[in-house]
Each structure stands twice: as structure tokens, then as C-alpha cells.
């Protein structure tokens, strides 16, 4: 990869996307593992064991203060569901299973500590990692972080920054930090409002890299294998969020494509708002990015993706609790359009404390409108959280991964009835349609017919129609938004929207690509929401093409 023959030459690595957002930057290398030699010997007495679970009773204690003290600040800078992960491990440490387990290897098979914990925490492990359950799966990450703790303790070892101590070391600064996974100690120990993104080579969608990146908005690829060997600390970085890339040593025209710069006012055409006739909306998937999207004077949200909320709380929430978030992000928009998307888990987004059985085709699986059919009770509550802001405001409801219209019939008759269970005003909701999967286009006047408004997910649509895995890199080359099949589609989608006189927004991620905006005029699609801090970029381009138009 980057020998030095070539270390300047550009090295794309393909990635989950954790967190969407672009940053270039220089690398900080982060290590969490100074455990590879681990002293091993035979304890020769009695008293040679007594005082070895004495040494370990010592550091239970401190590690457990430690994490008390974790969750607490990370409970002030982030948020107290994300403290529960620490607290969560102090439980998991303090397990008497584990524990007993950790004394026999001392007193039966006489393992000095730091031998005992590493083998029977890697153990348990590794038996997690294999374990068919998602959820469970992931907490293996929590035993590795809690044996990393403990060996840290005993050995009086720190984890930290590779080049700590050297003269260079800027600690992690307004740098991109690379790191086997994110872990707790990287919370408590770094200025995260100077980093400027996360690269690992592990952590699914639900790990804590995942949870902790999303919630301070920090743009974040993990799943990238080996990446600690192959990049140095200073070697410069960019990261791709919204696509899962990477790319070491990029060139200056990948870095002016994709890292978005703030429209300067000597710009001829730089403009505040959205041309005459044109409308862009972000995409939000927390209250930081709703304010986001407020800052930069965003038209409305055009895609409230609501999967992030349980996703951190790692529960399902009551109606009462969903309202109140939702009704936060109404009030913040003060009469701009929001549109909140129904959940849509399954694919890329499970929810781990739903125990979803695992499936050999996720993407074709339990998802979006399937998942909501089935599951009423998940439904209900959130419709009708969702159906009671319209006592206050205007709301849009969008339904995701609809495939026809008799399921859209259905989505909207469940809708209605547990609706009228409630509160709520029906001529202040608007139902839509995503339209993500191809079948869908091809009914598409049946499903204009029963909707208020279609909204086009681009990110799966063309996984679909192309047959392609939008998260493999092995086929990454053929996920392609030029492609003249997928503008064909689009065409056609617009022809029907305004057939039907019904409004049409896309809202993937291509619809912020430069060049995408003045092709989707061209197909008659004006309304288009992109992350917020694209939203000048892509008004820039609107006004751009307008100008040439007039
Ligand atoms: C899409 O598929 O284009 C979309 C906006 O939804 P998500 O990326 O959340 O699947
Ligand atoms: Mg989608």
C-alpha cells in the first residue's frame, strides 16, 4: 500500500459509513493496545496467590471508580445515554461469573493477574464475536475495552497517542484520529470538539464508534482492517463519511471535489437563500443537525431520519418520549416544513435491542414499510407521536422502502386508524412515499393517487436497480449516480409527480454531488435535501444554472 516508493501516490480504502460528513486532514495515530506482551509465570506459593487476588481486588476497585468517573463526564459532554455504556461496563466487570472465573485460573491453574484476565476476557470475547445475535456480537467490544482497562491498571501502562511524549505530538488537535476502535479512554482523554474525524478498523453501524461519533457529529469510517499499519501520524487524510471512503495522500482536485468550501461573498453568484422556484431542505438525523440546518438557513427539513434516536437509546421509547423529541425539532423550526421519516431499520441500520434475527440477506430483508407492517405495536406508537405535533404544526409523515401501492394502502390505512385513537389534527398531515425501490416507480401514479408527497432515496434506489451493495468496496466502481438507467428512472418518477400535481424531493446523498443539482432541474426535480453543510453549495450550483438559464 503506501511503501515509500510511493507514499505521496492517493490510496482510496473502502469503509462503513459511520458517520456522513467530508474533512480533510492530517492523521493522529491513537492506540488502545499496549497488551501484545503479556508477562506470563507461574505462581510458586500460597501466599504468592493471596497476594496476586489481592493486587486484582485493588485494581477491580480502581478500574470501577474510573469508569464511574467516565460516565460522568462523558454524561456532561455528550449525553446520558451514552454514559450508560460505561456504567454498563462496570457491571460487565463486576460480574460474579467473570470474576470467579478470573480467581479459579489464579488459584487453581496458579496464572500470575495479568495472565488470567488476558485469557479468559479474550475468551469471552471471542465467544461473543461468534454469537449469531447482533446485539450480543457487538458487546464482545465491551469485554475487550474492559480486559484493556484492567491490564492498563495492573501494568500501570497508558493508553494514548502513538507519538505521545515526542515533541510533535499535538495529541489528536484539529487532526483525523485513526485508532483499532473508538473507546472510552479516547473520550475522556481528547479535546473532541478539536478533532476532525474518526477512522477504524473496527466498529459495526451500532458500535460505540458509531453511537459516539453520530452524537458529536464528528464525520467517521470504520471496518477499515490493517489501516493502523499502513498510515504514519501526519500523513494527510480524507475522509468520505457520506460514501465510506478514504483516501491517503489525496490529490487536490479529490479534495476541491469533495470537501465543501463556504461560498465566499465576492463569489459572483454566491446566494443566501434557494433561487426563485427551487427549494433545499437538510437531511437531519439529530437536534445538532437540526441546528445545523437552522444556521445555515436551511428552507425545512426534507429528511428527519428517526432510526438514530433509538439507535442511542437503545431501547424502544415510549409515545410520550418520542413526542417530546419530535415536538423539540418542530418548535426549532418555527413553521418550516419538517418531514419525519417512519423508523427504517433493518439492512445497514439494525436495531440491536430488538434482537432481529439475523438474516443472510439483510438488505433484502426485515426493512422499512415491511418491518413497520409487522411490527403494530412499534407503529402505532410512533404514528401517533408522530400525529400529535399536527395540534401545533404542519407535519409531513414519510413512509421509507415502500414497494407498491397496495402497500402504501396499507401503511396509510394502519396510519389512520391509530390515528384516530388520538389527538391530532388530519388536515395538518401530509403522508409521503419514499421512492427507493424500483418496483415502487413502477406504480408510481397508483401510489400518487393515495399520498400527498413522494421522496426520492437515491442511496437505495440505486443499490436496487443496480443490484449493487452500497457498503462493499469490491463492487463500489459500479455505484454509480451518472448512470443513464438511474436518470431515466428519474425522469419518469418527475413526469408522474406532476401528472399527479403532487410535490417530488430527492433526498440521498447524490443530490449534494456537484454537477447532480442542474441534472436534477433538468429532469424537473427542483426540491432537494442534502446534509445541511452542503445546503450553500447546492444553492450556489441552483443559482449558477438559473443564471445561465435566464
Ligand atoms: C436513501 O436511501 O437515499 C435515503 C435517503 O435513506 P437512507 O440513506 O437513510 O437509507
Ligand atoms: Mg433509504
Same mark, same amino acid.
Given at each position: 500500500m503506501?511503501?515509500s516508493?510511493?507514499?505521496?501516490?492517493?490510496?482510496?480504502?473502502?469503509?462503513?459509513?459511520?458517520?456522513?460528513?467530508?474533512?480533510n486532514?492530517?492523521?493522529c495515530?491513537?492506540s488502545?493496545?499496549?497488551h501484545?506482551a503479556?508477562?506470563?509465570y507461574s505462581?510458586?506459593?500460597?501466599?504468592?496467590?493471596?497476594?496476586?487476588?489481592?493486587?486484582? $481486588?485493588e485494581?477491580?476497585?480502581?478500574? @470501577?471508580?474510573?469508569?464511574?468517573?467516565?460516565?460522568?463526564?462523558v454524561?456532561?459532554k455528550i449525553?446520558?445515554?451514552?454514559?450508560? /455504556?460505561f456504567?454498563a461496563?462496570k457491571? =460487565?466487570?463486576n460480574d460474579?461469573?467473570?470474576?470467579?472465573?478470573?480467581?479459579?485460573e489464579v488459584?487453581e491453574?496458579?496464572?500470575?493477574?495479568?495472565?488470567?484476565?488476558?485469557?479468559?476476557?479474550s %475468551?469471552?470475547?471471542?465467544?461473543?464475536? %461468534?454469537?449469531?445475535?447482533?446485539?450480543l456480537?457487538e458487546?464482545?467490544s465491551?469485554?475487550g475495552?474492559?480486559?484493556?482497562?484492567?491490564?492498563?491498571?495492573i501494568?500501570n501502562?497508558? =493508553?494514548?497517542?502513538?507519538?505521545?511524549?515526542?515533541?510533535?505530538?499535538?495529541?489528536?488537535?484539529?487532526r =483525523?484520529i485513526?485508532?483499532?476502535?473508538?473507546?472510552?479512554?479516547m473520550?475522556?482523554?481528547?479535546?473532541?470538539e478539536r478533532?476532525?474525524?474518526?477512522?477504524?478498523e473496527?466498529?459495526? /453501524?451500532? @458500535?460505540?464508534?458509531?453511537i459516539?461519533a453520530?452524537a458529536?457529529? /464528528?464525520?467517521?469510517?470504520s471496518?477499515?482492517?490493517g489501516?493502523m499499519?499502513?498510515?504514519?501520524c501526519?500523513?494527510?487524510?480524507?475522509i468520505?463519511g457520506?460514501n465510506?471512503?478514504?483516501?491517503?495522500?489525496?490529490?487536490?482536485?479529490?479534495? #476541491?471535489?469533495?470537501?465543501p468550501?463556504e461560498?465566499?461573498?465576492?463569489?459572483?453568484?454566491c446566494?443566501l437563500?434557494s433561487? #426563485?422556484?427551487?427549494?433545499?431542505?437538510?437531511?437531519?438525523s439529530? /437536534?445538532?443537525?437540526?441546528?445545523?440546518?437552522?444556521?445555515v438557513g436551511?428552507?425545512?427539513?426534507g429528511?428527519?431520519r428517526?432510526e438514530?434516536?433509538?439507535?442511542?437509546?437503545?431501547?424502544?421509547?415510549?409515545?410520550?418520549e418520542?413526542?417530546?423529541?419530535?415536538?423539540?425539532?418542530v418548535?426549532l423550526?418555527?413553521?418550516?416544513?419538517?418531514?419525519?421519516r417512519?423508523?427504517?431499520?433493518?439492512g445497514?441500520?439494525?436495531?440491536?435491542?430488538?434482537?432481529m434475527?439475523?438474516?443472510?440477506?439483510?438488505?433484502l430483508g426485515?426493512r422499512?414499510?415491511r418491518?413497520?407492517?409487522?411490527?403494530?405495536?412499534?407503529?402505532?406508537l410512533?404514528?401517533? +407521536?408522530?400525529?400529535?405535533?399536527?395540534t401545533e404544526?404542519?407535519?409531513?409523515?414519510?413512509?421509507?422502502?415502500? =414497494?407498491?401501492a +397496495?402497500?402504501?394502502?396499507e401503511?396509510?390505512?394502519f396510519s389512520?386508524?391509530?390515528?384516530?385513537e388520538t389527538?391530532?389534527?388530519m388536515s395538518?398531515?401530509?403522508?409521503?412515499?419514499?421512492?427507493?425501490?424500483?418496483?415502487a416507480?413502477?406504480q408510481a401514479?397508483?401510489?400518487?393517487d393515495?399520498?400527498d408527497?413522494?421522496?426520492?432515496?437515491?442511496?437505495?434506489?440505486?443499490?436496487?436497480?443496480?443490484a449493487?451493495d452500497?457498503?462493499?468496496?469490491?463492487?463500489?466502481? $459500479?455505484?454509480?449516480?451518472?448512470?443513464?438507467?438511474?436518470?431515466?428512472?428519474l425522469?419518469?418518477?418527475?413526469?408522474? +409527480?406532476?401528472?399527479?400535481?403532487?410535490?417530488?424531493?430527492i433526498c440521498?446523498?447524490?443530490?449534494?454531488r456537484?454537477?447532480m443539482?442542474?441534472?436534477l432541474?433538468?429532469?424537473?426535480?427542483?426540491s432537494?435535501?442534502?446534509?445541511?453543510?452542503?445546503?450553500?453549495?447546492?444553492?450556489?450550483?441552483?443559482a449558477?444554472?438559473?443564471?445561465?438559464?435566464?
Amino acid at each position: 500500500m503506501s511503501d515509500s516508493s510511493d507514499s505521496r501516490k492517493q490510496h482510496r480504502f473502502k469503509g462503513l459509513t459511520i458517520n456522513s460528513g467530508t474533512v480533510n486532514g492530517k492523521v493522529c495515530l491513537y492506540s488502545a493496545e499496549r497488551h501484545k506482551a503479556i508477562p506470563q509465570y507461574s505462581l510458586p506459593t500460597e501466599s504468592s496467590v493471596e497476594q496476586e487476588l489481592k493486587r486484582f $481486588d485493588e485494581v477491580l476497585v480502581q478500574c @470501577s471508580l474510573e469508569l464511574n468517573r467516565i460516565a460522568s463526564d462523558v454524561s456532561e459532554k455528550i449525553g446520558r445515554t451514552e454514559a450508560e /455504556i460505561f456504567l454498563a461496563q462496570k457491571h =460487565i466487570m463486576n460480574d460474579p461469573k467473570l470474576l470467579a472465573s478470573l480467581r479459579k485460573e489464579v488459584v487453581e491453574a496458579r496464572k500470575n493477574i495479568e495472565w488470567a484476565i488476558s485469557d479468559v476476557l479474550s %475468551n469471552y470475547e471471542e465467544k461473543f464475536a %461468534n454469537l449469531d445475535n447482533q446485539y450480543l456480537r457487538e458487546r464482545s467490544s465491551d469485554i475487550g475495552e474492559i480486559r484493556r482497562r484492567l491490564l492498563s491498571r495492573i501494568s500501570n501502562k497508558k =493508553i494514548g497517542f502513538i507519538c505521545e511524549g515526542q515533541s510533535n505530538c499535538i495529541q489528536g488537535e484539529n487532526r =483525523i484520529i485513526v485508532a483499532e476502535e473508538l473507546t472510552p479512554d479516547m473520550v475522556v482523554n481528547m479535546n473532541l470538539e478539536r478533532v476532525l474525524g474518526f477512522v477504524t478498523e473496527r466498529g459495526g /453501524i451500532t @458500535s460505540h464508534a458509531a453511537i459516539l461519533a453520530r452524537a458529536l457529529g /464528528i464525520p467517521a469510517v470504520s471496518g477499515i482492517p490493517g489501516i493502523m499499519d499502513i498510515v504514519h501520524c501526519g500523513d494527510q487524510m480524507l475522509i468520505d463519511g457520506d460514501n465510506g471512503d478514504i483516501f491517503v495522500n489525496p490529490d487536490l482536485q479529490l479534495i #476541491a471535489s469533495l470537501v465543501p468550501v463556504e461560498p465566499v461573498q465576492s463569489e459572483a453568484v454566491c446566494v443566501l437563500g434557494s433561487p #426563485a422556484g427551487t427549494e433545499v431542505l437538510a437531511n437531519a438525523s439529530t /437536534i445538532e443537525d437540526v441546528k445545523s440546518a437552522l444556521g445555515v438557513g436551511s428552507d425545512g427539513i426534507g429528511l428527519f431520519r428517526t432510526e438514530i434516536l433509538f439507535i442511542k437509546a437503545d431501547r424502544l421509547l415510549n409515545e410520550e418520549e418520542q413526542y417530546s423529541y419530535y415536538r423539540q425539532i418542530v418548535r426549532l423550526m418555527r413553521g418550516k416544513p419538517v418531514t419525519f421519516r417512519m423508523l427504517d431499520v433493518g439492512g445497514d441500520k439494525p436495531l440491536p435491542f430488538l434482537r432481529m434475527r439475523k438474516e443472510s440477506n439483510p438488505y433484502l430483508g426485515w426493512r422499512g414499510a415491511r418491518f413497520l407492517l409487522g411490527s403494530p405495536e412499534f407503529f402505532s406508537l410512533q404514528i401517533k +407521536a408522530l400525529g400529535r405535533l399536527s395540534t401545533e404544526a404542519n407535519i409531513k409523515i414519510l413512509f421509507p422502502m415502500v =414497494i407498491d401501492a +397496495a402497500q402504501q394502502k396499507e401503511l396509510l390505512e394502519f396510519s389512520h386508524k391509530a390515528l384516530s385513537e388520538t389527538e391530532c389534527d388530519m388536515s395538518r398531515i401530509e403522508f409521503g412515499a419514499m421512492f427507493e425501490v424500483p418496483s415502487a416507480f413502477l406504480q408510481a401514479s397508483q401510489i400518487f393517487d393515495l399520498v400527498d408527497f413522494g421522496s426520492i432515496g437515491s442511496n437505495d434506489l440505486i443499490q436496487y436497480l443496480f443490484a449493487i451493495d452500497r457498503t462493499n468496496e469490491l463492487v463500489s466502481q $459500479d455505484y454509480n449516480p451518472d448512470h443513464p438507467v438511474l436518470w431515466d428512472m428519474l425522469k419518469m418518477l418527475s413526469e408522474s +409527480a406532476q401528472k399527479a400535481a403532487k410535490p417530488l424531493s430527492i433526498c440521498g446523498e447524490m443530490a449534494g454531488r456537484e454537477g447532480m443539482p442542474k441534472k436534477l432541474l433538468d429532469v424537473g426535480i427542483r426540491s432537494m435535501s442534502v446534509a445541511p453543510r452542503l445546503i450553500s453549495r447546492v444553492r450556489n450550483e441552483l443559482a449558477r444554472y438559473a443564471g445561465v438559464l435566464a
